[in-house]
């Protein structure tokens, strides 16, 4: 008899990954697949929608050919959001796929929140959620005043994993979760998406994560099979990190860093991103621009990989200098799109291994910007903080966090925390007798914990609070450039 199984994907910045899973959360399977990012113009980040779906179709391929799928339940994908694709009643793209990382509707940003009051933010979201660049209502705006045909002729605005439910299945639905800045509990706020006409009609109807939006078409792998509507990659990557209860707290570490606490408490707080509750999850995240990012640019600078670069700060005997990791801006709790990366206090005695360790440092320290914002509005102090995505590979890394925050850190065995999250929800959607707290806590597995050096705390106070000053002190030259 064949095991019942679950595949989850992840449609990520940098690539898709996807695993296939058993009923008792064994990890069968994983795939990879890198996808390209063109940056045509400063400030613009791009990419081809039909590089996530050949991902996908080549991951289901994958499992299909290597295993038996007979007892595959359920199909789930998460993915990257604040990604946008404009696609026409074909459901097919219009536009590259403008990614979180564009800032090129930054300027239509700032004037749709100048017509929004903090009073509305607080009565619509419950905090002061910010319209920022990657805001959709922004993107859609920058659009239709930048390429009114475009949008005469875009039907749907789609997140990656929507996109890619579409293509499987010729379903079109998003979650409200996903729609963060866009919904209250009521759903799409009228109110605010009026400040771009014909923007209402352009967004898709909203299900929970497990609503089953379709099966797989005919023709392609594992046809026939169950597709989940499937969340974002932070809340994939929350359940696959074992996050979903009360005082649970998350760091997911790829591309960029999300940190997030689940509270039911809601302190007001600027910079800290409110989700709507899910199944009783409120879930408080503070995203950072740059995380693995940062590494991986630096990695580039010296010809290695990012796992060699990490390496490479472990042998660090000189000066390090203090790294601002916002290469492309700053997201939580900065929210400052002109912020630029910098290195600071170089001296002779800094070479290759000085600068990687200053690059680890300098994220960490975004991280706990991020941790201090979270705990205000959250109310709580968590215990512990579960860690996963490919970030998370290096110990010398997961140590610099441990002590930057001064908080344990709970590594997961799965590095594709999103994906396995997918899968979850995808399992979720098939017996939902079963909490998903339970679901969560059966299928996710720990490999190790790093606690904080005490000795290491007095360092890196010092080091934040200089971190802090050199931004506030780059602040009005960046502005400037």
Not at 39 to 65: I, K, N, T, Y
Not at 244 to 256: I, L
Not at 398 to 409: F, K
Request: with cysteine; glycine share 10%; charged share 15%.
């Amino acid at each position: 008899m064949a095991k019942s199984t679950l595949i989850g994907v992840d449609v990520g910045t940098t690539a898709t990954k996807a695993v296939l899973v058993d009923e008792a959360g064994e990890r069968l399977a994983a795939f990879s697949r890198a996808h390209p990012t063109s940056r045509p113009q400063p400030g613009h980040a791009e990419q081809d929608p039909r590089d996530w779906m050949a991902g996908v179709l080549a991951a289901l391929q994958s499992f299909a050919q290597a295993h038996d799928l007979s007892g595959l339940q359920a199909i789930g994908i998460c993915s990257q959001v604040n990604t946008h694709v404009f696609v026409d009643r074909a459901g097919e793209p219009l536009l590259p796929a403008i990614i979180w990382q564009d800032t090129r509707s930054a300027p239509d940003a700032a004037l749709l929140d100048a017509q929004v009051s903090p009073e509305q933010k607080l009565h619509w979201f419950g905090g002061p959620v910010p319209i920022d660049a990657s805001h959709a209502l922004s993107r859609l705006a920058h659009i239709r005043r930048t390429q009114p045909e475009i949008y005469a002729q875009t039907a749907h605005l789609l997140l990656p994993k929507d996109f890619c439910v579409m293509q499987l299945t010729g379903a079109v639905m998003s979650d409200p979760v996903a729609a963060v800045g866009l919904v209250n509990a009521q759903g799409y706020v009228g109110e605010l998406l009026d400040l771009v006409p014909g923007a209402a009609g352009k967004l898709p109807p909203l299900a929970s994560f497990t609503t089953v939006a379709g099966r797989v078409r005919a023709g392609l792998p594992c046809a026939g099979t169950p597709v989940v509507v499937g969340a974002m990659d932070a809340w994939g990557g929350m359940f696959g990190v074992g996050v979903v209860e009360n005082g649970d707290a998350m760091y997911q570490s790829g591309t960029s860093e999300i940190a997030g606490i689940v509270s039911s408490t809601v302190v007001p707080t600027p910079g800290v991103i409110l989700f709507p509750p899910y199944e009783g999850i409120v879930m408080h995240a503070a995203p950072t621009q740059m995380g693995g990012a940062a590494l991986g640019w630096f990695a580039g600078v010296l010809g290695r990989s990012p796992a060699e670069t990490a390496a490479l700060a472990g042998t660090a005997t000189g000066t390090v200098p203090l790294f601002l990791p916002h290469l492309q801006g700053e997201r939580a709790p900065l929210w400052d799109n002109a912020t630029r990366g910098v290195f600071a206090r170089l001296d002779p005695s800094a070479g290759a291994a000085e600068m990687a360790r200053g690059v680890l440092d300098g994220v960490a320290y975004s991280v706990r910007l991020a941790f201090d914002a979270l705990r205000q509005s959250a109310a709580l102090e968590p215990g512990v903080i579960n860690i996963g995505g490919g970030g998370a590979a290096s110990d010398l890394w997961c140590q610099i966090r441990a002590d930057v925050l001064g908080i344990p850190l709970r590594r997961c065995v799965a590095p594709e925390s999103a994906a396995l999250g997918a899968a979850i929800l995808a399992g979720q959607s098939q017996d939902q007798s079963r909490p998903l707290a339970e679901v969560v806590r059966r299928l996710v597995r720990f490999e190790r914990t790093f606690e904080p050096d005490p000795a290491q705390a007095g360092y890196h106070a010092d080091r934040l609070g200089r971190y802090c000053r050199l931004y506030e002190d780059l602040r009005g030259f960046n502005q400037d450039f």
